[in-house]
């Protein structure tokens, strides 16, 4: 009769008899024993199989194999006690090892896997612990295959299920992440308060520019409006003064002078008494043909 431990019965199907003829599943492996010793490993399909002097001693699965890692405590780098739990995904490289190479394939990994998270907790702080827990977990998997090797088992991947701190650190959590959003908060809005007083700022600097680019138009276009109205009173002085030479040099020319400017003096002096009550005669007020001649003489 072939004895089996519970390890065994839950990391293979139940141990079948020698009858000869045998057929193994896909993704089983049969470790067949000759009297008492290894004999040889039966693949997939159809095997034989010597009465009496074989039996088949291990059966071990290929496929990925899930095991629960129970709870347990550890502390991190900055003295806090955590309780964390996770899963193990592994499987079965070489079945001869497996077989031979440890008593209790599970329990020796889920050992390995505990001492491993206490290890590698103890070397990050508690905030570290939640961000990087994919590196982690990493570092679980990386130690665990340098020791199962020798086991013919390969460690897949490790997964944290779930982390519980004590109360008081996840009140001291709770409040310091309440922090962290209130002084965020207060970022924002004095960056947000910030860009508004500079919006304005640039608004009224914008402003002034413009009302100074429009002034300065204003006075250009001003000063240049006034610069052709003195040219263009030049131009019509001189087309006057042109036309006056003109019609003096005409026949009757000097009589219709002296009659322009007899009317000049008439009409200077009919204004006089009308913009003061105090009025300086010339004692020839009255000689207007003296004037005309006197002004005809000094041109």
Same mark, same amino acid.
């Given at each position: 009769?072939?004895?089996?431990?519970?390890?065994?019965?839950?990391? +293979?199907?139940?141990?079948?008899?020698?009858?000869?003829?045998?057929?193994?599943?896909?993704?089983?492996?049969?470790?067949?024993?000759?009297m008492?010793?290894?004999?040889?490993?039966?693949?997939?399909?159809?095997?034989?199989?010597?009465?009496?002097?074989?039996?088949?001693?291990?059966?071990? @699965? =290929?496929?990925?194999?899930v095991?629960?890692?129970?709870?347990?405590?550890?502390?991190?780098?900055?003295?806090?006690?955590?309780?964390?739990?996770?899963?193990?995904y592994?499987?079965?490289?070489?079945?001869?090892?497996?077989?031979?190479?440890?008593?209790?394939?599970?329990? +020796?990994?889920?050992?390995?896997a505990?001492?491993?998270?206490?290890?590698?907790?103890?070397? =990050?702080t508690?905030?570290?612990?939640?961000?990087?827990r994919? @590196?982690?977990?990493?570092?679980?998997?990386?130690?665990i295959?340098?020791?199962?090797?020798?086991?013919g088992?390969?460690c =897949?991947?490790?997964e944290?299920?779930?982390?519980?701190?004590?109360?008081?650190?996840?009140?001291?959590?709770?409040?310091?992440?309440?922090?962290?959003?209130?002084?965020?908060?207060?970022?924002?809005?004095?960056e947000?308060?910030?860009?508004?007083a500079?919006?304005?700022?640039?608004?009224?600097?914008?402003?002034q520019?413009?009302?100074?680019?429009?002034?300065?138009?204003?006075?250009?276009?001003?000063?240049?409006?006034?610069?052709?109205?003195?040219?263009a009173k030049a131009?019509?002085?001189?087309?006057?003064?042109?036309?006056l030479?003109?019609?003096?040099?005409?026949?009757?020319?000097?009589? +219709?002078?002296?009659? @322009?400017?007899?009317?000049?003096?008439?009409?200077?002096? @009919?204004?006089?008494?009308?913009?003061?009550?105090?009025?300086?005669?010339?004692?020839?007020?009255g000689?207007i043909?003296?004037?005309?001649?006197?002004?005809?003489?000094?041109?």
């Amino acid at each position: 009769m072939l004895w089996v431990t519970p390890a065994q019965q839950r990391w +293979a199907s139940s141990l079948p008899m020698n009858t000869v003829v045998l057929f193994v599943p896909q993704q089983e492996a049969w470790v067949v024993e000759r009297m008492g010793r290894f004999h040889r490993i039966l693949e997939p399909g159809l095997n034989f199989l010597i009465p009496l002097l074989d039996r088949i001693r291990y059966v071990q @699965s =290929l496929k990925e194999i899930v095991i629960d890692v129970p709870e347990q405590s550890a502390v991190s780098l900055d003295n806090v006690t955590l309780q964390i739990d996770g899963v193990l995904y592994l499987r079965i490289l070489d079945p001869f090892k497996a077989s031979y190479g440890v008593e209790d394939p599970e329990y +020796a990994v889920t050992q390995l896997a505990q001492t491993t998270m206490r290890s590698e907790l103890g070397k =990050l702080t508690l905030d570290k612990v939640f961000r990087e827990r994919e @590196s982690l977990n990493a570092n679980i998997v990386h130690s665990i295959n340098q020791a199962s090797d020798e086991w013919g088992i390969r460690c =897949l991947r490790y997964e944290i299920k779930d982390i519980h701190v004590p109360p008081r650190v996840k009140e001291s959590m709770q409040m310091q992440v309440e922090a962290e959003r209130k002084k965020r908060a207060t970022v924002l809005e004095s960056e947000g308060t910030r860009e508004a007083a500079i919006n304005v700022a640039e608004g009224r600097k914008q402003a002034q520019i413009l009302a100074s680019e429009g002034e300065k138009a204003e006075q250009i276009n001003k000063a240049a409006g006034e610069a052709q109205a003195v040219l263009a009173k030049a131009e019509a002085k001189a087309e006057a003064i042109r036309m006056l030479s003109a019609a003096l040099t005409e026949q009757n020319g000097n009589a +219709a002078a002296s009659l @322009s400017v007899a009317e000049q003096y008439v009409s200077a002096f @009919s204004k006089l008494a009308k913009e003061s009550n105090t009025v300086l005669l010339p004692t020839n007020t009255g000689d207007i043909t003296g004037m005309v001649t006197q002004v005809r003489t000094f041109n």
